[in-house]
């Protein structure tokens, strides 16, 4: 079987990269696209994986995005009815439902953020929606999501590339210094409307107490 990744964002690579190692094992094929994002590539070719980049992100402004929505839509078409793929994977990939149903190969749609506008049209028509079960059913078929399309996955999906892993539930590191994560805000999403690096001065002052471990974006 020929599986069709498309890698949108940098999450993306963590969250299937165990899951196409384990499919390239069984014998599938893996066929990788990508838009250039944050650090999508730099991670791609970090570990090794080989893509082919198609399209671009067209940025912060919403009426950029809606343009550029169709013009991905045609790109991944026109390229990918040339490999032939049997079923797409993809992660907040907005565009590659469409594509794959212009393909006419199912689709395997997951994601886990309720307030993308993107989803609409993935959830209707993505063949399956993948979504956390702590997310309400009810704010997935707002979207237009169909009940029978749902399959509800345990936990977040951080969760699923790091089952794996062994983590010591410690409060503090071996400094005895208490350990923070903070992530940034999300700048260059549709569905953010705060401030940027509001938490700048935040987080120089609150490292000075504590060890602060900083999750960026891109």
Not at 12 to 35: P, S, W
Not at 47 to 66: A, E, R, S
Request: net charge positive; aromatic share 12%.
């Amino acid at each position: 079987m020929k599986i069709w990744f498309d890698f949108v964002n940098t999450p993306d690579i963590n969250m299937f990269q165990a899951l196409i190692a384990e499919l390239k094992e069984e014998g599938h094929e893996v066929y990788i696209t990508c838009r250039p994002l944050a650090n999508t590539t730099e991670m791609l070719d970090l570990h090794k994986m080989d893509y082919t980049i198609v399209g671009k992100h067209y940025g912060t402004n919403f009426l950029m995005k809606l343009l550029g929505f169709p013009i991905r839509i045609s790109e991944l078409y026109f390229h990918l009815r040339k490999q032939k793929p049997d079923v797409a994977v993809g992660l907040s990939a907005f565009t590659q439902p469409l594509a794959a149903y212009l393909l006419r190969v199912p689709c395997i749609y997951t994601n886990d953020n309720e307030h993308a506008m993107g989803n609409i049209p993935s959830f209707l028509f993505a063949t399956v929606i993948m979504v956390p079960e702590a997310l309400d059913t009810k704010k997935v078929t707002r979207q237009l999501a169909k009940k029978s399309k749902i399959v509800k996955h345990p936990g977040v999906k951080e969760g699923i590339y790091l089952w794996k892993e062994k983590f010591e539930r410690k409060p503090k590191n071996a400094q005895g210094e208490k350990r923070v994560y903070i992530r940034p805000e999300p700048w260059n999403a549709q569905y953010y409307k705060g401030g940027l690096n509001f938490l700048d001065d935040f987080i120089i002052e609150f490292a000075e107490h504590v060890s602060v471990i900083l999750l960026p974006r891109g």
